[in-house]
């Protein structure tokens, strides 16, 4: 019997990793247990016979508990992105946590190239890989691309204007949905990598924004021109529209490192761990065109 943990169970993507454990039946649901900081929040899973346990990052000792008896633990990456250093101070907590209660494989959510990324919040990924690495347990980073559900936050907005302002500059990025990310998260805690190692979950293809833009364009059947500004100007239209300043720092430095090129890859780790495709940009928002406005 192997024992798989999921934190973050109640969020979009935790959720979406237990469906696809759940649905694909390589694990008993009752080897599955979902964790949360508030595990009433999981009822309806745990009315398919899934464990729900607490799991506060912030709570080192509690988390010990959680992690007990686990052999494959997922560590989804926080959200706390307000409060700079919180989230890998907390991420740090976790892996602490799991070497102490003695979880055999750790996997994480990662992103691509932390390392050189210039998105605000890189180097949370990049401290918590490092410390889990420092921990000699066998694991599995997950570097999820940009997701394609990402643009749901300004591309309504954009389709009614006619026009989405970025400042990438004919950058390229390999989208991905959530889902897909989900599904090959599951599929690894189903059937782990050998040794460990480290996978980046990309689209099938890196798009610059005017080709994005004109698929979304003929989906949503209305108009959107791309316009290239500067960090600058991105900063100040955000601002101007009320978003809070850490929001800001992280869409402008997304466009930032779009255009450096450190979205621009495309591996075939997804379908190596799912045995197929990922679902391409035009056929998401296919899928989801009421989302669009």
Avoid at 214 to 242: N, Y
């Amino acid at each position: 019997m192997t024992k798989v943990l999921v934190t973050g169970a109640s969020g979009q993507l935790g959720r979406g990793v237990i469906a696809h454990l759940l649905r694909d039946g390589k694990i008993a649901a009752a080897d599955i247990v979902a964790a949360s900081r508030n595990p009433d929040a999981l009822s309806d899973i745990a009315a398919q016979g899934v464990e729900t346990r607490a799991a506060d990052f912030d709570d080192p000792a509690g988390l010990e508990a959680t992690f007990t008896g686990i052999d494959r633990l997922l560590i989804i990456s926080g959200n706390d992105l307000a409060n700079p250093g919180k989230r890998l101070q907390q991420h740090k907590a976790a892996v602490a946590a799991a070497a102490a209660a003695g979880v055999k494989h750790i996997f994480y959510t990662s992103m691509p190239n932390p390392d050189k990324s210039l998105v605000s919040f890189a180097q949370d990924h990049l401290g918590t890989e490092e410390a889990i690495k420092a921990t000699g347990i066998r694991h599995t980073i997950i570097r999820n691309s940009w997701y394609l559900d990402n643009y749901f936050m300004s591309m309504p907005h954009n389709l009614q204007a006619g026009t989405w302002y970025t400042s990438q500059a004919g950058g390229k990025v390999a989208n991905i949905s959530r889902d897909d990310c989900a599904a090959a998260a599951a599929a690894a805690l189903a059937n782990p990598p050998a040794g460990s190692t480290t996978l980046t979950l990309t689209g099938a293809e890196a798009l610059t924004a005017e080709e994005i833009a004109a698929a979304i364009s003929e989906i949503a059947g209305k108009s959107l021109t791309v316009v290239q500004i500067s960090d600058e100007q991105l900063a100040g239209g955000m601002r101007g529209a009320g978003l809070p300043d850490f929001v800001v720092n992280m869409l402008v430095s997304t466009d930032a490192n779009i255009r450096a090129g450190n979205f621009d890859l495309v591996t075939a780790d997804f379908e190596a761990l799912t045995g197929r495709k990922p679902q391409a940009l035009a056929a998401f928002f296919a899928a989801h065109k009421a989302a669009l406005g």
